[in-house]
């Protein structure tokens, strides 16, 4: 069954909503700004007291100090779903015993330089509801 673009309709979702989304998920993708391009990383995340942690394939020296994270939850053949992304400064964890603890609670791809966490503090949070119109 497959949903015609016309019969689609995006709404947006209050910041409490998106969060929510961002809270129930934990796969997305770090995107920041690195030269003259736009990257994106795979990454697990965990939102905790206000703050998102991100665990992801990228060097700690390529991170920003300002990054955005992305959260999607699609279904390909509806084309419903959500959509939820977070911006605001970001940190690499550094203190050891924090960083085991994340290790030991994110699952990552890569062990080694490009295995980095980072706490993300949230300046915007939007979100959306992908979904059939009504009729």
């Not at 770090?30 to 391009?37: G, H, K």
Request: no cysteine; hydrophobic share 40%; proline share 7%.
């Amino acid at each position: 069954m497959s949903t015609s673009p016309a019969s689609l309709r995006m709404v947006e979702v209050s910041g409490a909503e998106a969060l929510w989304l961002l809270e129930g998920s934990t796969l997305g993708r770090l995107v920041y700004a690195q030269r003259d391009l736009t990257v994106m990383r795979p990454a697990r995340h965990v939102w905790e007291y206000g703050r998102l942690v991100v665990r992801t394939p990228a060097p700690a020296a390529a991170v920003p100090a300002t990054a955005t994270y992305h959260v999607d939850d699609i279904r390909a053949v509806t084309g419903t779903g959500w959509t939820v992304t977070v911006s605001g400064p970001a940190e690499v964890i550094t203190d050891p015993d924090e960083a085991a603890h994340y290790r030991r609670t994110l699952a990552g791809w890569t062990h080694g330089p490009h295995d980095t966490l980072l706490r993300l503090h949230p300046k915007t949070v939007t979100g959306f509801r992908l979904a059939r119109a009504e009729a």
